[in-house]
């Protein structure tokens, strides 16, 4: 019955939803993951503690928060097909807009494991003070990793710093003191005199940062720090929201 309604949801993908076959696979094997998870037969026995499960179960195998976040979209995507269909009763998936999911899903480090990862780069060179300026930067205002490798160094002011997201659209962050002398010291010592539109955070050879670098050296700190978790700059992003 199971393979059946799934066969039937990847059809309904296809057919109506219109989208592309990766989507459709995708889809396919985040439902069949939950399928042989679940082993109580037929789909009218799930119950939302059973998915929550099931996400628990992906965390405690070392799954991204990205990868549960994707597989959660499509236990919804499923289970509102299923409900559509008068297979189920409910709607599972509208009991996951919920704080507890919030912190399941994503990664969020503690204070502690936030003051060992700053402490990491030692400041005393080109890449530790761009290193240290960087992840105080990203900690301090939760902004994207696409936006910090976007700053220009005319975009920081004492405390405020300008950052260009989605569309293009620019906005206004507020920066606390540690954040903005990480960067002074970075700027002052190390970067060099940097005039008009200047990329912030460069590399050695002067060229603009980029996101595999950022996400590169994240994951190198919180290595030397040990922590345990799986660290990436959006695990800032959501640790600045969370400890706001």
Same mark, same amino acid.
Do not use: N
């Given at each position: 019955?199971?393979?059946?309604?799934? $066969?039937?949801? !990847?059809?309904? !993908?296809?057919?109506?939803? +219109?989208?592309?076959?990766?989507?459709?696979?995708?889809? %396919?094997?985040?439902?069949?993951?939950?399928?042989?998870?679940?082993?109580?037969?037929?789909?009218?026995?799930? *119950?939302?503690?059973? #998915?929550?499960?099931? !996400?628990?179960?992906?965390?405690?195998?070392?799954?991204?928060?990205?990868?549960?976040?994707?597989?959660?979209?499509? !236990?919804?995507?499923?289970?509102?097909? =299923?409900?559509?269909?008068?297979? #189920?009763?409910?709607?599972?998936?509208?009991?996951?807009?919920?704080?507890?999911?919030? @912190?399941?899903?994503?990664?969020?480090?503690?204070?502690?494991?936030?003051?060992? =990862?700053?402490?990491?780069?030692?400041?005393?060179?080109?890449?530790?003070?761009?290193?240290?300026?960087? $992840?105080? $930067?990203?900690?301090?205002? +939760?902004?994207?990793? &696409?936006?910090?490798? *976007?700053? @220009?160094?005319?975009?920081? &002011?004492?405390?405020?710093?300008?950052?260009? +997201?989605? %569309?293009?659209?620019?906005?206004? #962050?507020?920066?606390?003191?540690?954040?903005?002398?990480?960067?002074?010291?970075? =700027?002052?010592?190390?970067? +060099?005199?940097?005039?008009?539109?200047?990329?912030?955070?460069?590399?050695?050879?002067?060229?603009?940062?980029?996101?595999?670098?950022?996400?590169?050296?994240?994951?190198?700190?919180?290595?030397?720090?040990?922590?345990?978790?799986?660290?990436?700059?959006?695990?800032?992003?959501?640790?600045?929201?969370?400890?706001?």
């Amino acid at each position: 019955m199971a393979d059946r309604w799934i $066969l039937d949801f !990847l059809d309904h !993908l296809r057919s109506e939803r +219109g989208l592309s076959p990766h989507t459709i696979e995708a889809y %396919g094997r985040d439902v069949g993951a939950f399928a042989s998870f679940w082993t109580g037969g037929d789909w009218k026995g799930v *119950q939302p503690d059973t #998915i929550l499960r099931f !996400l628990e179960s992906l965390k405690g195998k070392a799954y991204s928060s990205a990868t549960v976040c994707r597989m959660l979209i499509a !236990l919804k995507v499923f289970f509102r097909f =299923l409900k559509k269909e008068g297979v #189920i009763e409910s709607d599972l998936g509208s009991s996951f807009a919920t704080p507890k999911l919030w @912190q399941l899903v994503p990664e969020v480090l503690t204070y502690e494991e936030v003051e060992a =990862l700053l402490a990491g780069p030692s400041g005393e060179d080109l890449i530790g003070a761009r290193d240290r300026a960087v $992840l105080e $930067l990203l900690y301090a205002t +939760g902004m994207r990793v &696409s936006e910090l490798c *976007q700053l @220009q160094v005319t975009d920081l &002011s004492d405390t405020f710093v300008k950052v260009r +997201g989605k %569309g293009r659209k620019e906005r206004l #962050i507020p920066v606390g003191k540690k954040a903005i002398a990480a960067v002074d010291h970075y =700027l002052i010592h190390f970067r +060099g005199k940097a005039e008009g539109e200047a990329s912030l955070f460069v590399t050695k050879g002067g060229k603009p940062i980029d996101r595999i670098t950022v996400w590169e050296r994240v994951k190198f700190y919180s290595k030397r720090a040990g922590i345990v978790k799986e660290v990436s700059p959006h695990t800032l992003r959501h640790s600045f929201a969370t400890h706001l």
